[in-house]
């Protein structure tokens, strides 16, 4: 069957153009102007762009579906446009042995409507202590690469044997970066003004910078391929920036509310606004900005982190780290940053499709011979984001009430076509 999309605005070889994008069967057939198919979409003012790509998820199946599934997560990426998400490894049991996997597999065959990959533990059960099996681990397809995400590896020695691991199988560490001899108990803010008038126990910059610069040392040593994860700090921007320039195999993400928000945002130390790492500083804020603006920081992720209401309405500095984000991470990009003219659309678009794919290495792009995996936004429709309009299992997210730009009209997976 062909369908060809017609007189949308189209993300092709970098940039938005007026063109018709033709999908035979599950393949993107042909890009160009005047095409004709049986079946047609009209797209004449929308956004035609490829699926988006999130490297940072917890779909908290399995063990902790009271939070959020494997199905009810994937159905909130597809509205937001996702096509292809990367889960972490913090489920229970952790996926950190070949069964956890396989099972993992299993599941996400039988119930996510979107492509679905994971990344297996660097060390079992996240406790730092111990290494996994990265031979037999990376065997998996549905594996991307290697995380503790949730925690730091706090080992200098245990990080550089887990690099030579991932060099051995050309795989990669995406590392939460977390010095927890930084960390203070009871932290759950940035440290700065909020925290300091509310006589709350502060996160400083260095709990993070540090260990990134650490890890980024080890790379130049090792030259193996290297991500940091939600990057939140000047001074992890600035380090990145200079491995970039050496020439070396590394990466960087930001998420959304760290490009949206800082601490000064925090409304009634209300426990939404409670995720590490934490909002930070305006100057924070800026340098993120700055960093994907000159490349450093290439991806968008989300982080996204459900959690049941009882276990998140709690005061905030006891309630757990972690928002929800992957539906509305595009339209907030969208609204808060580039209709603001802090950032180009094409650059957003590139950090959110192309440049994740390229760090994991997915085959992925909305180009002739590439699967059908694509998005269409109207970036005209404007909405409220309420808690009745969420596909997430979870409400945990800062945004509720707040106005967006930016609704996705299709989803297209393997060509298969759906109306949103
Ligand atoms: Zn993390």
Redesign the pocket.
């Known amino acids: 069957m062909k369908t060809v999309i017609q007189n949308g605005q189209v993300f092709y070889q970098g940039k938005i153009q007026s063109l018709d994008v033709e999908i035979t069967d599950k393949k993107i057939s042909a890009v160009g102007k005047h095409l004709e198919g049986e079946h047609t979409i009209d797209a004449k003012g929308l956004l035609v762009i490829p699926g988006l790509v999130d490297l940072?998820v917890h779909l908290r199946e399995p063990g902790f579906e009271h939070k959020g599934t494997i199905k009810t997560e994937t159905l909130s990426a597809k509205h937001g446009g996702y096509s292809h998400i990367v889960a972490?490894a913090n489920t229970l049991p952790c996926m950190d042995n070949m069964e956890t996997i396989a099972d993992f597999k299993q599941r996400v065959a039988k119930d996510s409507c979107i492509h679905t990959y994971t990344y297996s533990a660097i060390t079992k059960g996240l406790k730092g202590k111990e290494l996994v099996d990265f031979k037999a681990n990376h065997q998996s397809d549905i594996v991307m690469g290697f995380s503790d995400?949730?925690k730091g590896v706090q080992s200098q020695d245990m990080m550089e044997q887990a690099m030579k691991e991932a060099k051995k199988y050309e795989s990669i560490i995406v590392a939460?970066c977390?010095d927890e001899s930084e960390l203070q108990p009871g932290a759950c803010i940035n440290l700065g003004r909020v925290s300091k008038e509310n006589h709350l126990v502060g996160i400083n910059n260095a709990s993070e910078y540090k260990q990134a610069s650490r890890d980024l040392k080890l790379v130049e040593k090792i030259h193996n391929r290297y991500h940091i994860?939600?990057i939140s700090t000047k001074e992890t921007v600035q380090a990145l920036k200079e491995a970039k320039a050496k020439g070396l195999p590394v990466s960087g993400e930001a998420c959304p509310h760290h490009l949206i928000l800082t601490e000064d945002n925090i409304k009634n130390l209300n426990p939404n606004y409670k995720m590490?790492?934490p909002l930070r500083s305006k100057e924070d804020l800026n340098a993120l900005i700055e960093g994907i603006k000159d490349g450093t920081v290439s991806c968008i992720s989300t982080?996204h982190a459900p959690h049941a209401f009882e276990e998140k309405n709690k005061p905030i500095d006891q309630a757990p780290f972690g928002i929800i984000g992957n539906q509305h991470a595009f339209s907030l990009m969208y609204t808060y940053l580039i209709k603001k003219g802090l950032l180009d659309l094409e650059t957003v678009i590139k950090a959110m499709t192309i440049q994740p794919a390229k760090v994991i290495g997915l085959d992925h792009d909305l180009a002739v011979g590439k699967d059908a995996n694509i998005a269409i936004f109207d970036l005209n429709a404007k909405y409220m984001i309420t808690e009745e309009s969420l596909y997430s299992k979870a409400k945990n997210t800062p945004f509720l009430n707040t106005e967006c730009y930016g609704l996705l009209k299709y989803s297209i997976i393997d060509g298969k076509i759906e109306e949103m």
């Open positions: 940072h972490m995400d949730g939460h977390e994860c939600h590490n790492p982080d």
